[in-house]
């Protein structure tokens, strides 16, 4: 754990930093912080997509990830969540804030809050980090993911504002259970499932970039499940090929 508490330190320092200058960017150049934030996310997200073997179980991930988590209603939970967040952090109100933009700041801090927790948490490094960690004692990538998941929270909380800091219940959490798991999960997934694993994550992080640069709308939240769902994929296609070629 105590990799993920390191973690969880320079995601919390890097939020600060880019707090600061949350407090004082202009309109004008909030669209510049927004690109380069919405390419840097498309950036990492494409290079953890493509090196998926199996596109097909990616799409059927996906698919029907998407599905489950639109009927389930995952981003309105966990916008919901942030917004409780929000509310529990902010001990006083402005007086008399006018109604939007209030909605629009509790927006921002729930989605800082989701966007950077999924940022943070669906690559390879966060799963194979807290495997080495807590099966091997190994904590360096754990380490070296920490140092780039501290200038990616200084770029999304100058954009979403401390909703980004908030994620590290996100990464304390999930990167923590999994290092506390480690043993029992390594077996499970198996290297092609880690694979597939971190190209389903790669997708989520292309939906954040493609929000962040404003080409469209993703509930990126809803797509979860099929984080779940892509080591089943992996260990069924196979079979099915085979049943295939078997005829």
């Known amino acids: 754990m105590i990799a993920t508490i390191v973690n969880c330190i320079a995601v919390l320092i890097g939020s ?24 840097i996310a498309f950036l990492i997200g494409i290079s953890l997509a493509i090196a998926t073997e199996s596109f097909i179980g990616v799409l059927l991930a996906v698919a029907f990830g998407g599905m489950i988590g639109e009927a389930l209603n995952i981003e309105g939970r966990i916008l919901k969540l942030g917004g ?11 007086a ?23 940022l943070f948490c669906v690559g390879a490094m966060t799963v194979v980090g807290a495997i080495q960690a807590g099966a091997e004692g190994n904590y360096e990538l ?27 219940i996100t990464i304390l959490v999930y990167q923590g ?3 506390l798991l480690a043993e029992q999960i390594s077996p499970l997934i198996g290297a092609a499932g880690l694979n597939e694993l971190s190209a389903i994550g790669g997708v989520l992080v292309v939906m954040i970039g493609i929000n962040l640069l404003g080409l469209r709308t993703i509930k990126t939240g809803n ?22 070629y078997s005829w």
Do not use: C
């Open 96 to 118: 008399a804030p006018a109604a939007a933009e209030e909605g629009k700041e509790t927006r921002n801090f729930a989605l800082g809050f989701l966007n950077a927790s999924v």
């Open 142 to 168: 754990i380490l070296i993911k920490s140092v780039m998941d501290g200038f990616m929270a200084i770029m999304f909380a100058a954009v979403y504002g401390i909703g980004v800091a908030f994620s590290i």
């Open 177 to 179: 259970g999994l290092t």
């Open 223 to 244: 797509f979860i499940p099929a984080l779940l769902l892509v080591p089943l994929a992996t260990w069924l296609i196979p079979m099915f090929n085979e049943l295939i």
């Open 16 to 39: 600060l930093i880019g707090l600061i200058f949350h407090a004082r960017i202009k309109d004008g150049t909030k669209d510049v912080v927004f690109i380069s934030a919405g390419l």
């Open 84 to 94: 409780f967040f929000e509310r529990i952090s902010t001990r006083k109100k402005p």
